[in-house]
């Protein structure tokens, strides 16, 4: 895989530079450049909107120009898009030429389906399989995914991309299933309760009996709020939890609780070969600028001079690891022989109160960077905690460690930064 340059560097936990991201692990190799990734997500910030008295021709060769000088030369693999204020309309162009992806042989290249590939997760996951040289399968519905998020893919030979609700059964033929289909964001899976319940429930038996029948190995994404308000901190996969079953967010919690039950009934019952992955709070490029949770919302509101909300006191803490640590553990579960239920999180916690504090700083250190002066100070104001919000969260992530040999390596600040400039960029075109 070609290295380019961009001048972006980022250090990880323990102050090495990180160029790039994956590992040969269970026999599977997963690495690839982080600048051919940052080439799927970043784009420059720069990017012009169509002035009052700009042609588009003239528009598109300023912004080349300016794309040019970010990218020191490498060929940013995603369409262009160049904003018209004046008629609040924005034109795409097409991709010249796909990412490069690496040549596998036939007997490593695996067929491999993410649902929910067009969320936040599954498209990072997506970008890793594509590069990797692997045949991916997306199915997704669209309600809080996106199919900017992988446009960069479609029409490619390796790729296929499908709307489909995974409550309706799905026929295809594949080697590894990842089940990521769920809307992940509080407000967003409170939407529509039932539909949740609905999502993991028939969702994951649908999949599972797929599972079955091709026997396809059998990823779930689950996630931290299994622990619902715990009681044992930090959480081990052995703490059973302490969930409201009744409450608002139980629609999401039960949900997977279930969709963890099922998947064991299918384990132990059919022999469906399943990993269970339970997601803490993960953060990154592409996660909807207004999906409500609570690192989309602080950026965003700083990056407009809005005030900050923190709910209650702010606290509550939590751990938030960064996209790409959580995609390293995905993989390296799939093809381990781990068959547990696997914590994946960053276990560096803070108050939410703390955290709000360091949002704005590095938003400010950003805009200081690019000559941006701020009319004032954004505030941290408060707002009414919601109900049954967990107090405190951290990963126990000691099972990881010695099962997968894997550990978060971003520090949350470098994370913070890059999703700082990626939310930047969505603003120039418009889209924030
Ligand atoms: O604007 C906001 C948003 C959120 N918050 C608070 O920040 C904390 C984190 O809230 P988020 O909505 O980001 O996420 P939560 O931890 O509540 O739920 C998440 O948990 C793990 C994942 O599986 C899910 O993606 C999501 O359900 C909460 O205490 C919330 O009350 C704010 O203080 N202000």
Redesign the pocket.
């Known amino acids: 895989m070609p290295s380019p340059i961009i001048p972006i560097r980022t250090l990880d936990k323990n102050g090495e530079e990180i160029t790039t991201v994956g590992f040969t692990r269970f026999g599977f190799d997963s690495e690839v450049h982080l600048d051919v990734l940052r080439s799927l997500y970043l784009r420059p910030h720069y990017i012009l909107t169509v002035g009052a008295d700009d042609s588009e021709a003239e528009a598109v060769t300023k912004q080349e120009a300016q794309h040019a000088k970010f990218t020191a030369g490498l060929a940013a693999y995603q369409s262009k898009s160049i904003f018209h204020p004046a008629s609040q309309s924005i034109s795409y162009t097409t991709l010249s030429r796909f990412p490069p992806v690496r040549l596998l042989a036939p007997s490593a290249r695996k067929r491999v389906l993410v649902t929910g590939g067009a969320g936040f997760v599954g498209s990072h996951l997506v970008d890793r399989l594509m590069l990797l040289g692997h045949e991916v399968t997306v199915i997704d519905n669209f309600f809080t995914g996106s199919k900017t998020t992988v446009s960069h893919w479609v029409g490619h030979p390796n790729f296929e991309l499908v709307r489909h609700d995974v409550v309706e059964p799905f026929m295809i033929e594949c080697d590894q299933i990842y089940h990521l289909a769920c809307p992940?964001?509080?407000?967003h899976?409170q939407f529509n309760a039932v539909k949740t319940i609905k999502t993991s429930f028939m969702g994951t038996l649908n999949m599972l009996g797929l599972a079955k029948r091709t026997k396809a190995r059998f990823l779930i994404?689950?996630?931290?709020?299994v622990y619902g308000d715990p009681e044992v901190h930090p959480q081990p996969e052995d703490y059973w939890g302490h969930v409201n079953p009744i409450g608002p967010?139980a629609c999401?919690?039960e949900g997977?609780r279930v969709a963890e039950t099922l998947t064991y009934g299918f384990h132990r019952q059919d022999g469906v070969d399943v990993r269970v992955a339970r997601?803490?709070?993960?953060?990154g490029p592409r996660m909807n600028p207004f999906?409500?949770?609570?690192?989309?919302?602080?950026i965003v509101?700083a990056l407009k001079g809005e005030d900050?909300?923190?709910?209650?006191d702010?606290k509550?803490?939590?751990s938030f690891q960064y996209i790409h640590d959580l995609i390293d553990g995905l993989i390296a579960l799939m093809n381990s022989d781990e068959t547990r239920p696997v914590n994946l999180g960053n276990s560096d916690e803070f108050t939410?109160g703390e955290?709000?504090e360091l949002v704005r700083e590095i938003v400010e250190k950003v805009q200081e960077e690019d000559g941006v002066k701020l009319p004032r100070r954004v505030q941290i104001i408060y707002?009414p905690?919601?109900t049954d919000?967990?107090?405190k969260?951290r990963p126990d992530t000691t099972r990881a460690k010695q099962s997968l040999q894997w550990q978060p390596r971003w520090t949350v600040r470098m994370g913070l930064e890059e999703m700082v400039r990626y939310y930047k960029a969505k603003m120039a075109e418009g889209s924030i």
């Open positions: 992940a964001s509080p407000p899976y994404s689950s996630t931290s709020e967010r999401y919690d997977k997601i803490f709070n993960t953060y999906d409500g949770r609570v690192v989309s919302n602080f509101q900050m909300t923190v709910y209650g702010g509550q803490t939590r939410i955290f709000a707002k905690m919601p919000d967990p107090q969260r």
